[in-house]
């Protein structure tokens, strides 16, 4: 699966933003979906996961209730909603194909990364 994230950028304390990743090569759906984020001088850290069909969402703790993660299979396509940002949500956002949905799953497949600064 080849994954190419975009949708990154600079954005205030408090606004909102959006990542997109589009998926090819493979049978999208035949993998749950995964982003993370990777902070500088931090280790790289799950964000939120959905399961294959779409039904099922899971998230770290740090943006539950601020960031929304979905799919649609039809686009091959992943996303994350954004909002309420905080200027600790800087990062390298990944996402990522894997085969089982769970939180912090092993991943099977990256993608290159989008720069998400927050500003305060």
């Known amino acids: 699966v080849q994954l190419q994230a975009s949708g990154g950028g600079l954005v205030k304390a408090g606004g909102s933003l959006g990542l997109s990743c589009a998926a090819s090569g493979r049978t999208f759906s035949n993998y749950a979906m995964s982003w993370f984020r990777q902070a500088p001088g931090k280790e790289r850290e799950f964000v939120a996961a959905v399961s294959w069909g779409g039904g099922s969402t899971t998230y770290a703790d740090s943006v539950k209730g601020r960031f929304t993660i979905s799919r649609d299979n039809a686009k091959n396509t992943v996303y994350l909603r954004m909002n309420s940002l905080k200027p600790e949500d800087t990062a390298v956002y990944y996402c990522?194909?894997?085969?089982?949905?769970?939180?912090?799953?092993?991943?099977?497949?990256w993608g290159k990364g989008t720069q998400v600064t927050v500003s305060s």
């Open positions: 990522a194909a894997t085969r089982l949905y769970s939180a912090n799953p092993q991943v099977d497949y």
